[in-house]
């Protein structure tokens, strides 16, 4: 498996909370990208991002945020949960230049009460 | 924007058997690459095999393989012997090229949950 991890794997947590999804990968990629995984189990991209210092919003509307001050580093928040975010959230990373392949962390089940 | 569509949520064979999932896509660019992943239950998203648009010839990878349409936009994935271990959801994906500095982005269809009987 690829070495790209999500914590926590599973979060429930009270409306109006602050919280961060965490994502770091030691493969060394350039891209990374953040999706949600809808109870129907369609994908759509959030978030992602070319490098150090460089994110740029998905295709899908979010309220959440994200930053890269590291590489190896992605981090997900959310200011103030809602049911509406109850969701999984994958995060991928891949390899810049020509290559073809984004790898997935587990991903993060939350739930939001 | 690019659409992708899989039009068959769930599937079912038995063990051994040869399974065909569908996958139909939209766009107007003429250099991509197309992608069959697989997420098991409770486990992480694969590549399962890719496709480079300009190639003809389709994919093969063991047991798996494409039939890759071009001009009608179909992009079928053929499992051949199935095994127990092929249980899980399987996404169809396109990515533009895009360049080597570009966002490299991938829209993925709605799914197929694929289950294999023994």
């Known amino acids: 498996e690829a070495d790209i991890y999500q914590t926590p794997r599973y979060l429930v947590i009270g409306t109006g909370k602050k919280i961060t999804l965490e994502c770091s990968q030691t493969?060394?990629?350039?891209?990374m990208y953040w999706y949600q995984q809808d109870p129907g189990m369609e994908l759509h991209l959030i978030h992602y991002?070319?490098?150090?210092?460089?994110?740029e919003k998905g295709d899908l509307s979010s309220e959440s945020t994200v930053s890269r001050i590291r590489t190896e580093h992605f981090p997900l928040t959310l200011e103030s949960a809602r049911p509406s975010h109850t969701s999984q959230y994958l995060c991928?990373?891949?390899?810049?230049?020509?290559?073809?392949?984004?790898?997935f962390g587990p991903g993060t089940r939350l739930t939001v009460t | 924007a690019q659409t992708v569509t899989q039009s068959q949520p769930e599937m079912s064979v038995q063990e051994a058997e040869t399974v065909t999932l569908s996958c139909t896509y939209d766009t107007s660019e003429n250099n991509y690459y197309l992608f069959w992943y697989k997420q098991p239950p409770s486990r992480q998203m694969i590549l399962v095999i890719r496709?480079?648009?300009?190639?003809?010839q389709n994919a093969t990878e063991n047991r798996f393989s494409v039939n890759f349409q071009k001009a009608a936009k179909s992009f079928s994935l053929k499992i051949s012997d199935s095994q127990l271990g092929d249980t899980a959801m399987y996404f169809c994906a396109f990515m533009k090229h895009g360049g080597v500095q570009g966002a490299q982005k991938l829209v993925f269809g709605q799914g197929t949950r694929l289950t294999i009987n023994p």
């Open positions: 991002s070319y490098g150090v210092n460089s994110t």
């Open positions: 493969m060394g990629h350039d891209k």
């Open positions: 991928a990373s891949k390899l810049g230049g020509g290559s073809y392949e984004q790898y």
């Open positions: 496709q480079e648009a300009y190639k003809q």
